[in-house]
Nanobody
Framework: QVQLVESGGGLVQAGGSLRLSCAAS????????MGWYRQAPGKQRELVAT???????NYADSVKGRFTILRGNAKNRVYLQMNNLKPEDTAVYYC????????WGQGTQVTVSS
């Protein structure tokens, strides 16, 4: 059974930092891409950042220079370091892993107060 478990969300003041973690298990084949998406209330889910097995990284323009995505040394782990958080970063953050199909975590809430 495939599981993606996120952690690290919470409430933080504007300008603060959070670090999200995601551990994927039960995926039989190579995970090509891992990443983070987010969904704010009333909005569509959007890309935050992705990283390939080869280390290629893609960021949404809105988070460039503030967020950093990292793949862990342990297999199928990914992290999102979020600095200088803004109220507009408030959303549920979802971890995703792609291995012939897309797998999703349950999401972790990030709330940034002004």
């Amino acid at each position: 059974q495939v599981q993606l478990v996120e952690s690290g969300g919470g409430l933080v003041q504007a300008g603060g930092s959070l670090r999200l973690s995601c551990a994927a298990s039960g995926i039989s084949f190579t995970v090509n891409v891992m990443g983070w998406y987010r969904q704010a209330p009333g909005k569509q889910r959007e890309l935050v950042a992705t990283i390939t097995s080869g280390g290629r990284i893609n960021y949404a323009d809105s988070v460039k220079g503030r967020f950093t995505i990292l793949r862990g040394n342990a297999k199928n782990r990914v992290y999102l370091q979020m600095n200088n958080l803004k109220p507009e970063d408030t959303a549920v953050y979802y971890c995703t892993a792609n291995s012939f199909t897309d797998y999703w975590g349950q999401g972790t809430q990030v709330t940034v107060s002004s």
